[in-house]
């Protein structure tokens, strides 16, 4: 007969060591899923052909990647960059105006709360600490050797005579920062976010090009209701 001690202590044991024959992983909320897996490639840029797979979560981030490169949120000084905001979750698409040349467009981040690209209309774009729209220029995404160039041309959305035209070319020959704004003659029209204190513009002419600086702060500015606001289109 065993002592009720050693029973007790065996019964313990057993259940102890009980083998577990069924776990069940809990659902994570959307956006840990979405910055856990190995998510698919983004498929389109054209903001009327999104699907759900083109859904991400930059959330912290310090930087986007993409087949080729890097694209950082923001940086204070030289190597010191500032992450995503929390709660950076949407669509890559790309941007244009109609009332800008084709050489203006830009990679946009639309804000979306969950990965439904019929969001898209009623979000808004992802904005710097300094209030201007969060943007990867053409002129950026061509100098780089970044995927989104692939990704443009398949959606019809660039052309490969733009990509090469002289106006890029010029940007290569010159030497220009990627969010350098350069003209052709003075009748060219370029994108301008306010508030900002001062422009530098490059001019482009037959022997190079000449930088102007145009001061901003002490202009009287009226408001239009025709313009475009932060991260919308006019």
């Known amino acids: 007969m065993i002592p009720l001690a050693r029973a007790q202590q065996a019964m313990a044991y057993r259940l102890l060591h009980r083998p577990v024959l069924h776990s069940r992983t809990p659902t994570s909320p959307l956006f840990i899923q979405y910055r856990s897996l190995q998510l698919p490639p983004i498929?389109?840029?054209?903001?009327?052909?999104?699907?759900?797979?083109?859904?991400r979560d930059?959330?912290?981030?310090?930087?986007?990647?993409?087949?080729?490169?890097?694209?950082?949120?923001?940086?204070m000084k030289p190597k010191s960059y500032v992450s995503f905001p929390d709660k950076t979750t949407g669509f890559l698409y790309y941007w244009t105006h109609s009332d800008l040349p084709a050489t203006a467009g830009q990679v946009r981040f639309r804000l979306t709360s969950a990965n439904d690209p019929s969001l898209f209309?009623?979000?808004?774009?992802?904005?710097?600490?300094?209030?201007?729209?969060?943007?990867?220029?053409?002129?950026?995404?061509?100098?780089?050797?970044?995927?989104?160039?692939?990704?443009?041309?398949?959606?019809?959305?660039?052309?490969?005579?733009?990509?090469?035209?002289?106006?890029?070319?010029?940007?290569?020959?010159?030497?220009?920062?990627?969010?350098?704004?350069?003209?052709?003659?003075p009748d060219d029209v370029f994108p301008?976010?306010?508030?900002?204190?001062?422009?530098?513009?490059?001019?482009?002419?037959?022997?190079?090009?000449?930088?102007?600086l145009m001061r901003l702060e002490d202009q009287p500015w009226v408001e239009d209701p025709k313009l475009a606001e932060p991260g919308k289109r006019g």
């Open 43 to 55: 498929q389109t840029l054209n903001p009327k052909a999104l699907t759900k797979s083109d859904f």
């Open 58 to 75: 930059l959330s912290k981030k310090y930087s986007l990647s993409s087949p080729g490169h890097y694209f950082h949120y923001f940086h």
């Open 121 to 185: 209309k009623s979000g808004s774009d992802l904005l710097k600490p300094d209030g201007l729209p969060w943007a990867i220029p053409l002129a950026k995404l061509l100098g780089s050797g970044s995927g989104y160039v692939q990704i443009l041309l398949d959606d019809g959305l660039v052309s490969k005579d733009l990509i090469r035209s002289k106006y890029f070319h010029l940007y290569e020959k010159l030497r220009l920062r990627t969010n350098s704004l350069l003209v052709e003659s």
């Open 192 to 212: 301008l976010s306010f508030p900002r204190s001062a422009l530098t513009i490059s001019a482009a002419s037959s022997d190079g090009a000449a930088q102007v």
